[in-house]
């Protein structure tokens, strides 16, 4: 019988993704944030700057008025899809899995092809254990930006979890081949597990001990 891969529950997949203004860097957590203003500014006044804008720099400083500024970018019509992928990682820190599912799906209802939404929205199904789904967004989110690395890490535990293991190989050495070599070093454990599962399944159908 093959072996089924056992993997740490919430410690494997990757989080949620926020949108960054559009044509900005891509965000990386060690990424140093050139937008980072000292702590005692009030973000209201910046002069210059979208209520989408203030809203971001807001979520990154991890201060709860992020949300209201999301929510006034929305009705100013303001990168509403980007908002509404936003708001809705907000709401499933709080514990909202239902308010984070409405986001989502908003925004996705105002751009179809937002891949972060697909992503986010995947996760939600992957915490929720609907992995059909969950791997049908991440798909999704994959089509739409080839290069959004996170998406196939997650959708290698996926194929993993259904027993798939040569997709499961095939997404993890996607993913290893888009991020910094560090990154990558990270999901070397993984994947050298992954390679060994599918030896021993692939052994089992041919009828070797």
């Known amino acids: 019988m093959a072996q089924i891969l056992k993997f740490p529950a919430h410690a ?6 926020r949108v960054r203004k559009r044509g900005a860097a891509a965000e990386h957590p060690d990424q140093l944030n050139l937008f980072q203003l000292p702590s005692a500014q009030i ?3 910046v002069p ?6 203030q809203a971001l720099m807001l979520d990154e400083r991890g201060d709860a008025k992020a949300a209201e500024f999301y929510a006034r970018a929305i009705e100013e ?5 980007d908002a509404y992928c936003n708001l809705g990682i907000i709401e499933s820190a709080k514990g909202d899995a239902i308010k984070a599912f409405d986001c989502f799906t ?15 929205l995947a996760n939600l199904y992957f915490d929720g254990n609907d992995f059909r789904l969950a791997q049908t967004h ?33 997404s993890l050495a996607k993913y290893q081949e888009l991020v910094p070599e560090d990154e990558g070093r990270n999901a070397e454990k993984l994947l ?18």
């Not at 494997?12 to 993704?17: I, N, P, R, V, Y």
């Not at 908003?106 to 697909?118: D, F, G, T, V």
């Open 48 to 53: 210059g700057l979208s209520s989408f804008e």
């Open 106 to 120: 908003i925004s996705l209802k105002h751009n179809p092809r937002h891949a972060e939404a697909h992503y986010n």
């Open 138 to 170: 991440y798909e999704m989110a994959g089509e739409l930006d080839p290069a959004f690395a996170n998406v196939y890490f997650n959708l290698a535990l996926i194929h993993a979890i259904n027993n798939d293991f040569d997709a499961a190989v095939n």
């Open 43 to 45: 973000l209201s006044f």
């Open 77 to 81: 019509q303001d990168c509403v899809p």
């Open 12 to 17: 494997s997949k990757l989080g949620f993704k």
């Open 192 to 209: 050298q597990d992954l390679k060994k599962s599918l030896a021993t399944a692939r052994n089992s159908r041919l009828g070797f001990s």
